[in-house]
């Protein structure tokens, strides 16, 4: 069963404006963490934003801000004021704490567009 | 160089070969992990290291073999490479295995199969 999903194959965004990018996630742990990074086209892989199961506030980083709604089992990533730099892959990502050794699951990713 | 490095980064073998990634840290993490990323299916977990002498499999795991001898170091082989096996091959490690702990990326090998 599919982890982590990420339905939005592509979306664009003209540039000073804000987007969303949708991960929804499946786990039965009480405490889990979310991740976002960012995959330019030069291949890099770029933590960009962390937001713990425990968490009382969505995190934030810079432009970057989690919309986590824990019922709903959604970590939304919103980018504020998009900048053409902004355009990439983006993976929502997921670690479990269970017994033993813990992985962490990617989704499939979000190719972002910002347009000028 | 600090960081985590992949070897090589890029690879070009024939069906049926056998073939190895390397895969350094010089951070001391414990865990590493290897993926494969492939379009319309994002990273998938290969195999993953949770110490030295500790791996377990991840969501893809057949036709790959790990070791991991040595903390810094986390090979990832290709018994008898497929076509089915051509992807890009990452490489991570993070600290712990805590839920707050983040990964940090290699380059990444682009592996051709022929």
Known sequence: ?116 | DAGITQSPRYKITETGRQVTLMCHQTWSHSYMFWYRQDLGHGLRLIYYSAAADITDKGEVPDGYVVSRSKTENFPLTLESATRSQTSVYFCASSESGSVNTEAFFGQGTRLTVV
């Open chain 1, 1 to 116: 069963a599919q982890k982590i999903t990420q339905t939005q194959p592509g979306m664009f965004v003209q540039e000073k404006e804000a987007v969303t990018l949708d991960c929804t996630y499946d786990t039965s742990d009480p405490s889990y963490g979310l991740f976002w990074y960012k995959q330019p086209s030069s291949g890099e892989m770029i933590f960009l934003i962390y937001q713990g199961s425990y968490d009382q506030q969505n995190a934030t980083e810079g432009r970057y801000s989690l919309n986590f709604q824990k019922a709903r089992k959604s970590a939304n990533l919103v980018i504020s004021a998009s900048q053409l730099g902004d355009s990439a892959m983006y993976f929502c990502a997921m670690r479990e704490a269970r017994m033993g050794y813990n992985k962490l699951i990617f989704g499939a990713g979000t190719r972002l567009a910002v347009h000028p």
